[in-house]
């Protein structure tokens, strides 16, 4: 099929110097040209036996796409599952901290193991001496079981992290698979397109026509040419965006290794103290809450600390994202996969994985979870009765249903789940839930 394309794009080569000579000469070599072609005709490589063979692979290749499609759609459902298998886990121990907790305070107040002893030794009889000690190894058996289930659960969790983020891997990896097979069905239809007219061209003797067919072979050459162009600078834009969310999250590294260190050092302070103290204001200290607060999903502020870009409206929409990269807007394109259609109803955003996504003005979450095309998603209801779009999240969503949220609040991290090529956010605007949509760009005042 590559070899036929090849000699297709070969007679393209060969008629441009035509239009530089006479008309007479012009004619007679259109007229040669269409007696090569009857040749052609005749032994059974017409018109449409090319296009029957490139259909054939356009075919093949758009098969192959749906079942990466199929397969990406899996990973993300898998990614989901375990991300709230760890959210069930995590709960889980911070409910067993305070047990342990709670049962290290009881301990701490209450009366001494000598004492304790001395309880059994003074046992009417062996009978009840016995029982007394069963019932305190009983206590202790049970802080041990739930000591080791702790770690166990705590284990887990680790692992289903470490199982997490190479999922999420998975992910982009079947993203990037998934655009360079939509590239080569892209080229492949465009080189069709110009394979055809170039033969349609060798068979056409009506000037009229020629020159409509050498039109059609231009504006294909030019939409070929601007679909590679338009894959180069979305390619560019989100190396760069994911450059720049790279040093973000170096940064925050940065400053989370400089907290830690400084706690630790409080907390060396703190024992030391602790250790000089007499014993009796020790046990007192030990009275002391014990935290137990999940650590906030929000991102960290080393991620917000980038300069945002909050060009608002009148209707005070606020940016759902700290820089702006623009890689699609609104209105007609070609759909990459084939799946949604030619109309774009959003702005595509693009960034690195993880990128923070924020609601661009108050509501209330109507939608909130995942869909073979919308991806892991939210969908927030304003009080103007406009509805706003947040598509293609890494993981499920940080708000749910019925929450209501402020602007620039953080609704969940830039993925490439769903109906997506490539790590970005699509915002999406509408007067009525699923319908009604319009460009965002003026609102955002992009």
Known sequence: MKKTLLVASSLVLLTLPVVTVSADSFDQKIQQQN??????????????????????????????????????????????????????????????????????????????????????????????????????????????????????????????????????????????????????????????????????????????????????????QRQKEAALKQLAEQEAQEAKARKEAEEAAKRQQAAEAQSAETAENSAVQQAAVAAAQPKTEAAVSTESPVSTDKPAATPAPVEQATEPKEQASTGGWQMPVDSVHISSRFGYRTDPTGASGNQHNGIDFTGGTGTPIYAIQAGEVVEAGYGPSTGNYVIIKHANGVYSYYMHFSTLPAVSVGQSVSARQYVGGMGTTGNSTGVHLHLGMSTSLWSGFFDPAPELGL
Do not use: C, H, W, Y
């Open 35 to 220: 007696e090569k072609i009857n040749d052609i005709k005749n032994e059974s490589t017409s018109l449409e036996s090319l296009k029957r063979s490139t259909e054939a692979e356009i075919q093949s290749i758009e098969g192959e796409i749906q079942a990466i499609l199929q397969k990406k759609t899996t990973t993300e459902e898998e990614v989901n599952a375990l991300a709230q298998e760890i959210q069930d886990l995590e709960e889980k121990i911070i409910k067993r901290t305070e047990v342990l907790a709670n049962q290290a305070r009881d301990i701490q107040t209450s009366e001494p193991s000598n004492r304790l002893f001395q309880k059994i030794v003074d046992a009417e009889s062996i009978g009840e001496a016995i029982q007394r000690a069963i019932a305190s190894v009983t206590i202790m058996n049970a802080s041990n079981s739930i000591v080791e289930q702790q770690q166990e659960d705590i284990a887990t969790s680790q692992k289903l992290e470490k199982e997490l983020q190479e999922q999420l891997v998975a992910i982009e990896e079947q993203s990037n698979a998934l655009q360079g097979k939509q590239a080569e069905l892209a080229d492949v239809k465009l080189n069709q397109d110009v394979a055809l007219a170039d033969l349609a061209l060798a068979l056409n003797t009506e000037e009229e026509k020629k020159n409509q067919l050498e039109a059609d072979k231009a504006e294909a």
